[in-house]
């Protein structure tokens, strides 16, 4: 075989190897935050995302709608769930932006991936009244006023 094919046939190996670890990262990483959402999130906000009426906001074609807006993105790390959550910033991350794209992947398309860093920064300062602050970010994003 000549040098030149021969480097090339190994060149197309390594670059099926990287791929194929590549996609079998990717499946791990799907598989843990999936796991975790089950663990630790699931509980309230139902395997479908559904969450309860009322009490604990749905998942599905809602997470993402408001994650360019950065309270949003900020209060999503601070909600005590996942501020409080028994994972560390690096699971959480990876947590988080799964949550995005599995159940709002339409709306996620442009997500900036939460990374551990930021995570660790936004549990320090988790929000004491989830509702109320949801409901100001709501507001804000609509243009309507906040009634005190």
Known sequence: ????????????ACASAAAAGAEAD??????LAHLD???????CHMADGSGVEGTVPPLPGEVGKFIA??????YLIQVPGASQALIDD???????NWIVRRFDPENAKDLKPYEAAEVGLLRSQPVTNPTEVRRQIIAEIQG????E
């Open 1 to 12: 075989m000549h040098r030149p094919l021969l480097l090339f046939t190994i060149l197309v």
């Open 26 to 31: 990717d499946a791990d990483t799907y598989r």
């Open 37 to 43: 959402y089950m663990l630790h999130c699931q509980g």
């Open 69 to 74: 807006s950065p309270e949003w993105r900020d």
């Open 90 to 96: 690096e699971a959480l991350a990876r947590l988080m």
């Open 144 to 147: 309507t006023p906040v009634e």
